[in-house]
C-alpha cells in the first residue's frame, strides 16, 4: 500500500508559478509510475502529466510549463508549474500505479486527497 498526500496548491496569479508535492508513504514512490490529474470546474478528471524512470509525458496543455521531477530520499513526487494561466485552476491529484504511466486515471491504484489551485487573471 502507498499513501499520497499533496500539498502546495494556493492562488496565484497568471503567470506565476507554483510547485506541488506529492509525499509517499508506506512503500518507496521510485518503483511506481506517477500520475497527476486536476479537476477543473464543471470538467471531469483528466490526466496532466506522468513521471516513470523511463521519462515523462504530459498533455499538450502543460507542455513546456509543468515538469514532474521527484526527490527519491525525500520519497516525494513534485509538479512544477509555471506561466500558470487562469485556466489551470483546478483540484490537482497524484496518483500511483505499478508499471508505465498510463492517461486513464482508472489504472492508477492509490490516489492523493487533491490540492487547490486557482490561477487568478
Known amino acids: 500500500q502507498v499513501q499520497l498526500v499533496e500539498s502546495g496548491g494556493g492562488l496565484v496569479q497568471a503567470g506565476g508559478s507554483l510547485r506541488l508535492s506529492c509525499a509517499a508513504s508506506?512503500?518507496?514512490?521510485?518503483?511506481?509510475?506517477v500520475g497527476w490529474f486536476r479537476q477543473r470546474p464543471g470538467k471531469e478528471r483528466e490526466f496532466v502529466g506522468g513521471q516513470k524512470w523511463s521519462g515523462s509525458s504530459y498533455t499538450d496543455s502543460v507542455k513546456g510549463r509543468f515538469t514532474i521531477f521527484r526527490d527519491s530520499a525525500k520519497n516525494t513526487c513534485y509538479l512544477q508549474m509555471n506561466s500558470l494561466k487562469p485556466e489551470d485552476t483546478a483540484v490537482y491529484y497524484c496518483?500511483?500505479?505499478?508499471?508505465?504511466?498510463?492517461?486513464?486515471?482508472?489504472?492508477?491504484?492509490?490516489w492523493g486527497q487533491g490540492t487547490q489551485v486557482t490561477v487568478s487573471s
Open positions: 496518483a500511483a500505479r505499478s508499471g508505465i504511466v498510463k492517461v486513464q486515471q482508472s489504472e492508477y491504484d492509490y
Open positions: 508506506g512503500r518507496t514512490l521510485s518503483t511506481y509510475a
